[in-house]
């Protein structure tokens, strides 16, 4: 049954309700089945802020079970060990604010910027502005960004109790602004990666759009080189974000240039939510109800919104005049 997202989602809401689940098969359909490092510290990150009974939460497992206790928040550590991603694990965190019943923090050393994940500024930048919007009360603290292979990276959240709000994004409204991150391994710096990513993302983006465009770049001793470049879209009601990651023998411009489509693209449709986004809202929109639009239905919207449906939690997916609106 289905992948890492439902290993981390049955966590969250075994958390969230108070009720013990038990997920079996684990990442069946996979070329290495069974449990991966990064998902066991999803687990570990969840049940240390509900004092969690856990079985099976080791790498390899392909049966876990997660018997929570009450939601008393506190402070741990988690150490993915590998380039594993951090956002993925702080995402199953997240939605606990709002069953807290004390603030709780955990600081994640692994990948902040991966593949196939959310990189950091999209997490900071993009998914916790939308969310503050929406009653979560967390912050995001990071100490070093951690690329593939090595990872070591850290990032501490700290998440305090919180009543979310209906996720109100059925209109974007127009483009207010828009901002590149860009960031790269201090060994980079003498290529000038993160400049030259951040200066072909900003004039691409001028060539483009008619609202002001924001430029942060910065280097990082990191224990791998890698790169990174967002482009956060501001609209005056929501927010959306593209991101690519450096590879070697991509020239710094090229990278820039592919966030910079992948903004283009979705700016041509009217949705409020970017693909990405999409299926990570779902945990805020099965617990608070709203509605927001996303270009196309991925297969990860789509499982995961399967998976809160066994939950109890039913969200509708329907395709709407020329957009996928999700809602609840
Ligand atoms: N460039 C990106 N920007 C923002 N979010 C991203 C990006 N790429 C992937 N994601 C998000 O990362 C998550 C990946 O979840 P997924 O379940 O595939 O991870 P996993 O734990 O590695 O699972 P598995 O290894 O079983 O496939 C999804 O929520 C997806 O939207």
């Known amino acids: ?37 990064q998902h066991v510290a999803a687990l570990e990150a969840v049940a240390a802020a509900c004092d969690a009974d856990l079985a099976g939460a080791e790498a390899g497992s392909e049966r876990v079970a ?7 928040g506190g402070e741990t550590r988690v150490d993915v060990g590998t380039a594993g991603s951090v956002p993925l694990i702080l995402d199953a965190v997240l939605p606990l604010a709002a069953r807290l019943e004390a603030p709780y923090r955990v600081t994640v050393s692994g990948g902040t910027d991966v593949q196939w994940a959310p990189p950091l500024d999209y997490l900071t930048d993009v998914k916790l502005p939308v969310l503050r919007a929406h009653g979560l009360d967390a912050s995001v603290t990071p100490t070093r960004r951690g690329f593939y292979p090595a990872g070591g990276g850290a990032v501490t959240l700290t998440v305090r109790p919180s009543t979310l709000t209906p996720l109100d994004l059925r209109e974007r409204g127009r483009l207010r602004h828009l901002a590149v991150e860009s960031a790269a391994s201090e060994s980079l710096r003498e290529a000038d990666v993160a400049e030259r990513q951040a200066d072909a993302a900003v004039e691409a983006l001028q060539s ?9 770049s910065a280097y990082d001793e990191t224990a791998s080189s890698g790169s990174v470049v967002t482009v956060v879209a501001a609209y005056e009601h929501a927010r959306a974000g593209f991101s690519a990651l450096g590879e070697r023998g991509t020239p710094a411009e090229a990278v820039a240039e592919g966030a910079v489509e992948s903004f283009r693209a979705f700016d041509r449709t009217p949705a409020s939510a970017d693909a990405h986004l999409a299926d990570q809202l779902l945990p805020y929109l099965a617990l608070a109800g709203g509605v927001y639009t996303t270009p196309e239905r991925t297969a990860h919207l789509e499982t995961h919104a399967d998976l809160l449906g066994t939950f109890g939690f039913d969200v509708d997916v329907a395709d709407a005049d020329g957009v996928v609106r999700v809602s609840r």
Do not use: C, H, I, N
Request: charged letters at 25%.
């Open 1 to 37: 049954m289905g992948g890492g997202q439902l290993v981390r989602t049955a966590a969250t809401f075994a958390a969230l309700t108070g009720e013990s689940v038990e997920v079996t098969d684990v990442r069946g359909a996979r070329e290495e089945p069974g449990l991966k490092r």
């Open 66 to 72: 997660v018997d929570p206790g009450a939601l008393d």
């Open 208 to 216: 483009t759009a008619a609202v002001p465009v924001l430029r942060e």
